[in-house]
């Protein structure tokens, strides 16, 4: 059984920055791909970005492009989402989640199997 545990929420300015944390047990992440969605209340998540463990490709939804950037450490069964330039647009639960597959990326939350808890991210003006 796999289990995703988010890490790394809180309060932060607007241009401000987090990095977010999603560590894994049960699985090793350089066999999957794994991404970062976020969810409004009310709203469907969303793709924020993902990351091929095996293959190292990266895939960013455009609201985020050149600000938030994802990375692997497999030694550590970790992924991060390294967050700068926080917009208050941004304030919204972080998950994590798994796709069991290497490659391609996937951009849909109804193709990851696993997922996080969760973990708040709030951004003020």
């Known amino acids: 059984q796999v289990q995703l545990v988010e890490s790394g929420g809180g309060l932060v300015q607007a241009g401000g920055s987090l990095k977010l944390s999603c560590a894994a047990s049960?699985?090793?992440?350089?066999?999957?791909?794994i991404g970062w969605f976020r969810q409004y209340p009310g709203k469907e998540r969303e793709f924020v970005a993902a990351?091929?463990?095996?293959?190292?490709?990266?895939n960013y939804a455009d609201s985020v492009t050149g600000r938030f950037t994802i990375s692997t450490d497999n030694a550590k069964n970790t992924v991060y989402l390294e967050m700068n330039s926080l917009k208050p647009e941004d304030t919204a639960v972080y998950y994590c989640a798994i796709y069991q597959g290497a490659f391609p990326i996937r951009r849909s939350s109804s193709e990851y199997q696993y997922w996080g808890q969760g973990t708040q991210v709030t951004v003020s003006s």
């Open positions: 049960g699985r090793t992440f350089s066999n999957y791909v």
């Open positions: 990351i091929s463990g095996r293959y190292s490709s990266r």
